[in-house]
């Protein structure tokens, strides 16, 4: 008997006591197997095709529900004579006659039928699902600024990458006056979906409550963590930065709500020796009725302004190590006199070397502005 079934293969995804049923409903159906013959127990059959006496056990039981085989008085699986077997169908088979074990699907051929059904429903799925991911990165993409920005005499420009099609980074400029404008870097905590959701919120709610160009920095983020924990669930929240810079005075107040420290590189020392925006107070949404500091800094023309969040900082190898914040200072200190879309270029880039191919695990951000 053993030399005569198949072994089973336990990586074709049907159910090997599916094999089993069909390679001795094949051997009957042949003549390979005679009616009135014993099948050998489940524990040799097992031993010798190497798989779970489990499989073997199903099989015989399913076999004998269908009519194939019968217990004899010593209990032995004895192959039934085909003019004696019941029209038991199998689930999913139409009522077939005595002639069915010739004619009705086998089990294996249904199993194979199913599993292509729903290898295809699958791959529709993907297919729709990965449309309707494309189109959600196109709408996010078109909430970032569309091109290097250039207002209040400052020049802007900055790159978003998101780590699953869609994420929660956010940055924008905003042109408030003619000589004022808003710069805004933020992470939302989480990626995907859900944290794009919350970006393009946040967005909203920076664009209005800065529509007013007020110096009072402090307050507008005050205004937007109340917003953003009153519009979001508790395990959401986002480190920000937000800063508003008059042209006329040259001067650059900020807050850092919970932010990686901006950087500010002076054309006067060579961009040596970068200045740390840390002023501020906690991330936004985490927690009602915050506070915040507001921060000031006078810049002059060649001063970069350089922010990110922490998946460039953060970037990882696979064996865990992370590109770290000194590695990005000296990256962006040896090109501060480049254009800004080559800054921002050579930071993705060498935050990717040292990743060496590794899955990004987190959305990648970088600003750069620069004062005329």
């Avoid at 005679?34 to 399913?62: D, F």
């Amino acid at each position: 008997m053993t030399n005569l079934l198949l072994r089973p293969n336990a990586s074709s995804g049907v159910p090997i006591y599916l094999q089993l049923v069909d390679q001795v409903r094949e051997a009957l159906e042949t003549g390979v197997l005679a009616p009135g013959e014993a099948l050998p127990a489940p524990l040799p059959l097992a031993e010798a095709l190497v798989i779970n006496p489990n499989a073997v056990t199903r099989a015989y039981l399913e076999l004998e529900r269908v009519g194939v085989v019968r217990r004899s008085s010593d209990g032995a699986a004895v192959l039934m004579r085909p003019e004696s077997n019941a029209p038991v169908a199998l689930p999913g088979d139409a009522p077939l006659g005595n002639d069915h074990l010739a004619h009705r699907p086998s089990a294996l051929a249904r199993e194979n039928r199913r599993l292509t059904a729903a290898v295809a429903s699958g791959v529709a799925e993907r297919a729709k699902w990965t449309l309707e991911l494309s189109l959600a990165r196109e709408v996010q993409q078109h909430l970032f600024p569309r091109q290097a920005a250039d207002c209040a005499g400052l020049e802007c420009a900055g790159a978003c990458r998101p780590a699953l099609g869609v994420g929660g980074d956010y940055y924008d400029f905003l042109a408030l006056s003619d000589h004022k404008a808003g710069i805004a870097i933020g992470d939302i905590s989480g990626k995907g979906t859900s944290a794009a959701l919350l970006m393009a919120t946040l967005r909203a709610y920076v664009r209005s409550q800065a529509a007013d160009a007020s110096s009072d920095i402090a307050s507008l983020v005050s205004r937007l963590n109340q917003l953003v924990f009153d519009s979001s669930t508790a395990n959401r929240f986002a480190s920000f930065f937000y800063a508003q810079y008059d042209g006329t005075t040259h001067r650059l107040d900020y807050v850092n709500a919970g932010h990686p420290a901006v950087l500010i590189f002076s054309a006067r020392d060579h961009y040596s020796h970068p200045r740390r925006l840390e002023a501020g107070g906690p991330v936004i949404g985490l927690m009602p009725g915050c506070t915040f500091t507001q921060g000031s800094v006078s810049l002059g023309s060649g001063d970069l302004l350089v922010a990110f969040t922490d998946g460039i900082s953060e970037a990882m190898s696979a064996s865990g190590d992370e590109w770290g914040e000194q590695p990005l200072l000296e990256t962006l200190a040896a090109h501060a006199d480049r254009p800004l879309d080559e800054i921002i270029r050579t930071v993705m880039q060498n935050a990717d070397a040292f990743a060496a191919g590794a899955p990004q695990h987190d959305d990648m951000t970088v600003v750069a502005v620069r004062i005329r």
